[in-house]
């Protein structure tokens, strides 16, 4: 097997076909709608920033001037530098463990550090670049091939939206007149709720699927993609959202802090009840995260200008962490390419 074949675990077919061209256009098409998806939030976004504005007497610029001017900015590195080592070191334990699980049992903690910290660094290009130096590392370090390597990325992915609806059910179960209260362009207060019961319906049906307890004859399990899905038991599942449980707590209370230093008001129930359904937004794929641009701005509607700080925040977050992979990175390369 060739290094390209392990890390993206499909065989290049002749160049030039109809497939090909069928799927090149598919690909220029699905960039266009998101980026005109995300032109759209960013619309909207916008002129909910000028009416907030205009009400000052303040044009867009000077009233998110005025806004950020205001913020402590020290307390907020304060605050921002310490939790995002701590993220990656949580991330990179939850990723440890996976591996450890279904990939490579005798692999240590700190092989997986520099790998973890490096993948940041092509995150800010493109999260699946990053995952495929995940792979490529265990295939060159523990003969894992490509596709079952990606099966453990895709086990953690799963996980994660599951953390993420499980905080949401119990900030929402919590602060229920909250969300009643923001539900004012939609219906937050329906929505949330259906998506949690199907999400808690839906588990067990896919724990037993890929598991073979239910349609048996399926061939989709066997799969080498779904590899990690196959061998993992419900106690897995558990387990990886409690590892990467202290990362969201943290966020919660990281940008209740942050907010309050930006002169917004908000409660830490508010935080758990909307910050994971805003992570959830983050994870569509449009440019710039502008699902959750928007959906800042209407789940705190007097506060429009918490788009712009939700756009400070996620660029401070992940071009730190980029920093950390510069910090690992003659490590990691070592590692891929040494």
Not at 43 to 65: D, F, P, S
Not at 267 to 275: H, I, K, R, V
């Amino acid at each position: 097997m060739s290094e390209r074949e392990g890390l993206t675990g499909i065989e290049q077919g002749p160049k030039g076909t109809g497939t090909d061209t069928k799927s090149g256009k598919g690909s220029v098409i699905f960039r266009l709608i998101t980026w005109a998806l995300a032109g759209l939030c960013f619309y909207l976004v916008y002129g909910k920033i000028e009416v907030a504005a205009l009400q000052e007497g303040k044009n867009v610029l000077q009233y998110l001037l005025d806004f950020f001017a205001d913020a402590d900015w020290v307390i907020w590195l304060g605050v921002m530098i310490p939790y995002s080592v701590f993220f990656f070191l949580v991330d990179s334990h939850a990723t440890w463990r996976v591996i450890r699980w279904f990939n490579a049992p005798k692999i240590r903690f700190r092989d997986i550090l520099p790998i973890r910290a490096s993948a940041y660094i092509l995150s800010l290009v493109n999260e699946q670049v990053g995952k495929g130096a995940m792979s490529l590392y265990l295939l060159r370090k523990h003969q894992v091939p490509g596709w079952e390597a990606l099966s453990g990325m895709i086990f953690l992915g799963i996980n994660e939206i599951y953390q993420l609806l499980l905080f949401s059910s119990v900030g929402v179960l919590i602060g229920y007149k909250v969300v009643q209260e923001a539900s004012v362009y939609l219906p937050l207060d329906v929505i949330l709720p259906s998506v949690f019961i199907g999400a808690a319906l839906y588990l067990p049906v896919h724990i037993a699927f890929f598991r073979g307890r239910i349609f048996s004859g399926n061939a989709l399990p066997t799969k080498s993609i779904f590899h990690a899905l196959r061998l993992a038991k419900p106690r897995h599942y558990a387990l990886v959202i409690a590892f990467k449980a202290p990362n969201l707590i943290g966020a919660v209370v990281v940008y209740t802090i942050a907010l309050a230093l930006f002169q917004v008001e908000v409660s830490l129930g508010q935080m758990l009840a909307f910050l994971p359904v805003i992570f959830l937004a983050a994870a569509l794929p449009l440019p710039f995260h502008a699902g959750a641009l928007l959906l800042w701005t209407v789940l705190f509607p007097d506060y429009p200008e918490v788009g712009a700080f939700s756009l400070v925040m996620h660029t401070f977050f992940v071009i730190f962490n980029a920093l950390i992979g510069v910090l690992f990175l003659p490590k990691a390369n070592k590692e891929l390419f040494g």
